[in-house]
Antibody
């Protein structure tokens, strides 16, 4: 079955960068896009961006443009999300999710377990 | 960007009740809406995709409807395991935003 397993919790200082990994198993990695979604404490889910796992094309939310980089390693079936210039407002749980398509609607059936990133001086 | 506004933000109900959660998009988005359930400390779980299609394995008491700007998620007879938070999400174009969530509590 499909599994997305994320790296462990991180504590970072303001201004630093964090890189979270998402290892996929149970399917052909290059057949589906991987998206990153975050959730600050008590807040709504927030879409950050996605990567085409086949060709590496990416699209980011304008909110994070310039600070977020999503990459993938097909040999390791792993996607990565790196967020730079961290500030306290970036404290959140970061999720990866595999998107599927129904006609032109994209939805997230499989999710990673989440990675807590805490930004604190 | 397309905004998704859910109502109510919180809802008190009892086992056996029928509840409806609504989601309004800031512009017409066809039927590109999905609904998720989230429990504390867990990843979201897909319930409904493309406005009305029930995800495999999800109980039939969950249903979705809507087109254009107004969408609903209904639960026909609440069970104890349904007390959770619920989010709508659109995929009309990026950024794929979520509603602010509805916290369903006893």
């Amino acid at each position: 079955q499909v599994h997305l397993v994320q790296s462990g919790a991180e504590v970072k200082k303001p201004g630093a960068s964090v890189k979270v990994s998402c290892e996929a198993s149970g399917y052909t990695f290059t057949s589906y896009a991987i998206h990153w979604v975050r959730q600050a404490p008590g807040q709504r889910l927030e879409w950050m961006g996605w990567i085409n796992a086949d060709n590496g094309d990416t699209k980011y939310s304008q909110k994070f443009q310039g600070r977020v980089t999503i990459t993938r390693d097909t040999s390791a079936s792993t996607a990565y999300m790196e967020l730079s210039s961290l500030r306290s407002e970036d404290t959140a749980v970061y999720f990866c999710a595999r998107s599927e398509r129904d006609n032109w609607n994209f939805f997230f059936r499989y999710w990673g377990q989440g990675t807590l990133v805490t930004v604190s001086s | 960007d397309i905004q998704m506004t859910q109502s109510p933000s919180s809802l008190s109900a009892s086992v056996g009740d029928r509840v409806t959660i609504t989601c309004r998009a800031s512009q017409s988005i066809s039927n590109y809406v999905n609904w998720y359930q989230q429990k504390p400390g867990k990843a979201p779980k897909l319930l409904i995709y493309t406005a009305a299609s029930l995800q495999s394995g999800v109980p039939s008491r969950f249903s979705g409807s809507g087109f254009g700007t107004d969408f609903t998620l209904s639960i026909s007879s609440l069970q104890p395991e349904d007390f959770a938070s619920y989010y709508c999400q659109h995929s009309y174009r990026t950024p794929y935003s979520f509603g602010q969530g509805t916290n369903l509590e006893i």
